[in-house]
C-alpha cells in the first residue's frame, strides 16, 4: 500500500513539473513575440546620393608635339613655369647641324608647363603619341571626370550637387556642380579589334566642375564624387526596420497595437520618408528579422 500512495505522489508532481513547464515555455514564447523597440516619427533632411570615382582634370591641356619627324633643338621653357598664349616653347629641326631658319612651336593658351617629356637633343616621331615634347594646363579652373555605370548615369542630371573627396590630399573636400554628361557609352575593344559600346558593362562620363579654394589641386588626382540626385527637406521619416511590406503596399504597426498603411516616397540606406499615415511623434515596431523568419 505504501509504495502504491508513492507512486501517486511521483506521477503527481511529474505532472506538476510538467505542467509547470509547459507553461514557462508558452510564457517565454509569448514574450519573444512581444514588441520591445520602438522608433519615433521624426521629421529630417532626406537625400539620395550616388559615389563614383574618378581623376581631377584641368580646364584644358595640351601635349606639344612636332610638326614632322626631328630632333628638340631648344626648350624655351622650365618645369612649373607660367606662360601666355603664344610665347615660344620648344623648336625642331630635322637635323642638329641643320642652319635654316626655325620656327618655334608656341603655347596655345595661357597656362603652366606641367611636363616636359623629351629634352633638347631627343629625336621625336610626329606620329608618335605616346612621346610628346611637353605639356601646357589651364589651371585657372578645376573640373573632374567620373564614369557612372549605366544603373546611375539615368539618375544624374546637370545642375546636381557634388562633394569631391581627393584621397592624396587627406580627403580635403571640395564642392561642385554636375556641368555635363555624355550620350553614349565609352568605347571600348571588342574581340574582333573594332570598338563598339559594350552594353553589358556601360559606362558614362560626366563632368564636375570644383568649386572654392583649388590651389592644392593637381591634374590626374584620383578623386571619389558623391553626388546629390534628389533631395527633400524636413520631411517624416522612419528607419526601414520599421516598414513591412505586403503586396505592394507598406504596412507599420504603431505602439497602440495598430496596423496602419502607410505611403512612403524618398529613401536613403537608413531612412525612408513617410509621405502619409503617420504624424511627428509617433511610436512605431521595428522588425525583428530573426523572429520574422
Known sequence: MRAFWVKIIWLFVFSLAVYFGVRLFLNQRASNQKITAYEVVKRA??????????????????LITPPYDGYVKELYVKLGQTVKKGDPLVSVVTSLESTETVYPIRAPFTGKVTQIVNGEGTYIHATDWNKFILRVDDLSAFFMEVRAPEVDIVKLKVGLEALVKVVSLNDERFSGELIEISNSPIQKPSNAGSFMP??????????????GDLKNLLPGLSAMATITTQKRENV?????????????????LIDTGERREVVTGLANDEVIEIVSGLREGQKVATIDFEKEL
Open 45 to 62: 533632411d532626406l537625400m539620395h546620393t550616388v559615389t563614383l570615382p574618378g581623376t581631377v582634370q584641368s580646364a584644358k591641356n595640351a
Open 198 to 211: 559594350m552594353q553589358s558593362q556601360a559606362e558614362f562620363t560626366a563632368n564636375i566642375k570644383l568649386k
Open 236 to 252: 517624416l521619416v522612419l528607419p526601414h526596420e520599421c516598414i513591412r511590406k505586403e503586396k505592394g503596399k507598406s504596412f507599420v
